[in-house]
């Protein structure tokens, strides 16, 4: 089974939830046009990032309106749609990726690795989301959680075919001195699709936010780390053919046996040399 999935790669205006998600809908007819079947978002699409001392305005329950409004959008495109946003559960605030089907359902995945001053704002989430599709089955992951491999693993043990990351990746100067540019998120990308023998797709997002660049680089890379789109660090879509049953890849997996091959037990800690 073979299909197309859509990146975008947008930037997004600090509280202005209105005009995002009208960005957000025209960028999803126009991947739907282009024959998309899912389509991913970055992170804090609906609200802007650096929006701490606006959450009690912006956050929003799940169901919710901007919930509500993504999830028609979904069933009147006959599209899958993820898409970041900021969770209001009673006093507390999740950074969440939404995944919108076309048969009306919603999975909600709230971020589970938090960044820096992210901590003091938003509560980690603490379950793995792996959902059944008509695509496929799909990890939900937010920016952060593609830094740690055992959780991108823990995925793909729970037989995640195409793990999606929402991300928001940012820099500075002092960063990009360090070596923290668009290629590098980029090749996360395919070190964690080749290490775990799954297809990974990352949406970043790109502009200025609060004196922060985010980087761009959108993603797309297969079981191999092939990469079969990508992007720059301009507004756009990027598109990539997924399918599931390549006979090449199928040839891989034989050859490449990642994680059968793995031997937990010699990586656990010994307490002894604590």
């Known amino acids: 089974?073979?299909?197309?999935?859509?990146?975008?790669?947008?930037?997004?205006?600090?509280?202005?939830?209105?005009?995002?998600?009208?960005?957000?809908?025209?960028?999803?007819?126009?991947?739907?046009?282009?024959?998309?079947?899912?389509?991913?978002?970055?992170?804090?699409?609906?609200?802007?990032?650096?929006?701490?001392?606006?959450?009690?305005?912006?956050?929003?329950?799940?169901?919710?309106?901007?919930?509500?409004?993504?999830?028609?959008?979904?069933?009147?495109?006959?599209?899958?749609?993820?898409v970041g946003m900021i969770e209001q559960a009673q006093d507390r605030y999740y950074d969440d990726a939404v995944l919108f089907t076309p048969e009306g359902?919603?999975?909600?995945?709230?971020?589970?690795?938090?960044?820096?001053?992210?901590?003091?704002?938003?509560?980690?989430?603490?379950?793995?989301?792996?959902?059944?599709?008509?695509?496929?089955?799909?990890?939900l992951t937010v920016c952060y959680d593609l830094m740690f491999p055992e959780y991108i693993r823990r995925l793909a043990l729970d037989r995640a075919q195409v793990i999606l990351n929402a991300t928001d990746w940012i820099t500075d100067a002092w960063q990009t001195s360090m070596g923290w540019n668009r290629d590098t998120v980029s090749s996360l990308v395919r070190i964690r699709a080749l290490e775990n023998g799954v297809h990974v797709a990352m949406a970043d997002r790109v502009g200025v936010e609060a004196g922060w660049l985010s980087l761009g680089g959108s993603t797309v890379a297969s079981p191999t780390g092939r990469v079969l789109a990508t992007l720059g660090g301009d507004e756009g879509i990027a598109f990539a053919t997924i399918d599931l049953s390549n006979a090449d890849l199928n040839r891989w997996s034989e050859l490449a046996t990642y994680l059968q091959d793995r031997r937990p037990k010699l990586y656990e800690r010994n307490a002894d040399r604590a």
């Open 1 to 82: 089974m073979s299909w197309t999935i859509g990146l975008v790669q947008m930037d997004c205006e600090p509280g202005e939830v209105e005009a995002n998600l009208s960005k957000i809908e025209a960028r999803a007819v126009e991947a739907a046009g282009a024959g998309a079947r899912l389509v991913v978002f970055p992170e804090c699409a609906t609200t802007g990032y650096f929006v701490a001392d606006r959450l009690a305005s912006l956050a929003e329950p799940l169901p919710g309106p901007s919930s509500e409004r993504l999830s028609g959008l979904a069933r009147t495109l006959k599209l899958h749609l993820m």
């Open 105 to 139: 359902a919603v999975h909600v995945y709230q971020k589970a690795h938090l960044f820096g001053s992210e901590r003091a704002v938003f509560t980690p989430g603490d379950r793995p989301v792996v959902v059944e599709t008509a695509l496929g089955r799909l990890g």
